[in-house]
């Protein structure tokens, strides 16, 4: 092994941490303290859901201004700052005492989420690895989940010995202070040494891919804004309203927590599968067969109170929530390159914020005005086979350059008349 191969390897241990803990903890334990919160204060579903919405809100429209950054400055200078602001969020969750400062910590959030996991991580990784880039992504990647998966464990246990809900926010906010931003400074940098110049920028421009403005102009830009949403709304709605949603089919809070844990822990199997199938037959084709099964698990999911429904909801459900976090960054690359990767995901994701904050709210509606989520997790599925048609609907980047030089032609022959 290479002395890069053997860094860059490293880098994605630091990242595998820096996901466990942020998103881990800042994102995947939403469900957790969503009961908490409606019996602590006597929310309804849906304003309860409206904290959710709101971090991903901030995190999704500051997500264009991060990705700006990130082509231009050292990745782990945006990361320590967000994982600051992640930790201190939770502090602050931690002393509301009424739905605004609870929501303003929420806002802060999403804000250090934006700044310190997915898009600073995928393109470290779109940046280190080429041939294995799939399986990078997916090992990194895997804490997102798995981090949901443990610390929605130590949430649930710090809520029920040390405390309550507030113990169960600082007990989570501690860790992405003291042990993210020393990794963060330690260990991060955002491209290889000896492709790595004195300006970040310069050295972006060397990669292969497409101008942010030609980007936009491409078929495969607009086909993986709607991906973004589709699984954003999904994930986020499921994710974040399951263990209600069990709880109201007969299951104990302690076990649908655990529940949610599996879906989390099985998350983390699926990308770390999924990344290196998409290193075999392209991003494009893994996330299509990836929405299919989704798709399945969520007409399941409709369902749960019939018996032996659960374990495969779970299995299906569980396998597929993640992988389009790895998936959807492969794909980037694939039809847009690497050039202004940042710029790129982060409008993008934009996107995946509208999705990510209009799910959670929508499925809390639907379930305060029908007294079940029944329909929510059909509306799931529908959307599911909708991410299938956008994914095949995405080029190569080869393809997104034949057609801008064509369609160029065309518009200069137009003048020309």
């Not at 990361?79 to 605004?100: D, I, K, N, R, Y």
């Not at 080429?130 to 998966?149: D, E, H, K, P, V």
Request: hydrophobic share 55%.
């Amino acid at each position: 092994m290479t002395t890069r191969e053997r860094q860059g390897w490293i880098i994605v241990a630091s990242l595998f941490v820096t996901l466990f803990l942020l998103f881990g903890s800042g994102y995947n334990t939403g469900g957790l303290f969503f009961p908490q919160l409606v019996r602590s204060f006597g929310w309804t579903h849906t304003r309860t859901s409206w904290l959710t919405s709101g971090l991903a809100v901030s995190a999704g429209f500051t997500a264009p201004l991060f990705g700006w950054l990130l082509d231009r400055v050292e990745a782990r200078v945006v990361m320590v700052a967000g994982a600051l602001v992640c930790g201190f969020s939770f502090l602050l969750a931690s002393q509301a005492h009424s739905f605004t400062p609870m929501m303003a910590a929420y806002l802060v959030l999403g804000i250090g989420i934006s700044a310190a996991t997915l898009l600073p991580c995928s393109l470290v990784i779109a940046n280190w690895f080429g041939a294995r880039r799939g399986l990078a992504m997916g090992i990194t990647f895997a804490g997102t989940s798995l981090g949901g998966a443990g610390m929605t464990i130590a949430g649930n246990f710090a809520i029920l010995h040390l405390g309550g809900w507030r113990a169960g926010y600082i007990a989570l906010g501690i860790p992405m202070i003291v042990v993210v931003v020393p990794i963060a400074i330690a260990v991060i940098r955002t491209r290889p040494p000896e492709t790595r110049e004195a300006d970040v920028h310069a050295s972006a421009d060397a990669l292969p891919g497409l101008e942010f403005t030609r980007a936009l102009r491409t078929r495969s830009f607009w086909m993986l804004s709607a991906v973004q949403f589709l699984f954003a709304f999904v994930a986020a709605a499921a994710g974040l309203h399951l263990i209600s949603h069990l709880m109201q089919h007969g299951y104990t809070e302690t076990s649908a927590a655990a529940t949610m844990s599996l879906v989390l822990a099985l998350a983390a199997v699926g990308k770390l599968l999924m990344g290196p199938i998409a290193d075999r037959i392209s991003a494009r084709a893994g996330l299509a067969v990836n929405f299919t099964l989704q798709a399945i698990a969520m007409l399941l999911g409709a369902a749960v109170g019939e018996p032996f429904v659960l374990p495969v909801f779970v299995l299906l459900f569980g396998l597929t929530l993640g992988a389009p976090l790895v998936l959807i960054p492969l794909l980037t690359v694939e039809s847009l390159g690497l050039k202004r990767f940042g710029t790129i995901a982060g409008v993008a994701g934009v996107f995946n914020t509208i999705g990510a904050a209009a799910g959670p709210l929508i499925a809390g509606i639907i379930f305060d005005r029908t007294h079940s989520y029944a329909l929510a997790f059909e509306i799931f599925a529908a959307l599911c086979v909708a991410g299938i048609a956008a994914t095949l609907a995405c080029l190569t980047l080869e393809s997104e350059k034949s057609r801008l030089v064509t369609a160029d032609a065309v518009a200069s022959a137009a003048t020309a008349m």
